[in-house]
């Protein structure tokens, strides 16, 4: 199982920019790695993902356009890059790995979680 722990969480203000690291403990090659979020008294849901094969990305509707997810092969990491953040992108940030190697948006589909990292953005 993979070690994962995020970092760059914080207080932003609506329109503002905030930068997620993940740092893995190794090298997750053919594997999907995402990023999810969870707000009080809301499930868990996804926000963004990589296929390790072919760098392929994919998103919710609700942060296309202002995110990015990307990866740093030689520090083992996944970078979530929010753009434009709203109010409702206010949440708790979990890095996740050990997905299938098909992609997918479940939480239930991945096998290592870092601890969170909170992101509030105030109106």
């Known amino acids: 199982q993979v070690q994962l722990k995020e970092s760059g969480g914080g207080l932003v203000q609506a329109g503002g920019s905030l930068r997620l690291s993940c740092a893995a403990s190794e090298r997750t090659l053919s594997n999907t790695m995402g990023w999810f979020r969870q707000a009080p008294g809301k499930e868990r849901e996804f926000v963004a993902g990589m296929r390790w094969i072919g760098y392929i990305t994919f998103y919710a509707d609700s942060v296309k356009g202002r995110f990015t997810i990307s990866r740093d092969n030689a520090k083992n990491t996944v970078t979530l890059q929010m753009n434009s953040l709203r109010p409702e992108d206010t949440a708790v940030y979990y890095c996740?790995?050990?997905?299938?190697?098909?992609?997918?948006?479940?939480?239930?589909?991945?096998?290592?979680w870092g601890q969170g990292t909170q992101v509030t953005v105030s109106s």
């Open positions: 996740a790995g050990d997905g299938p190697a098909y992609g997918s948006r479940h939480p239930s589909d991945f096998g290592s």
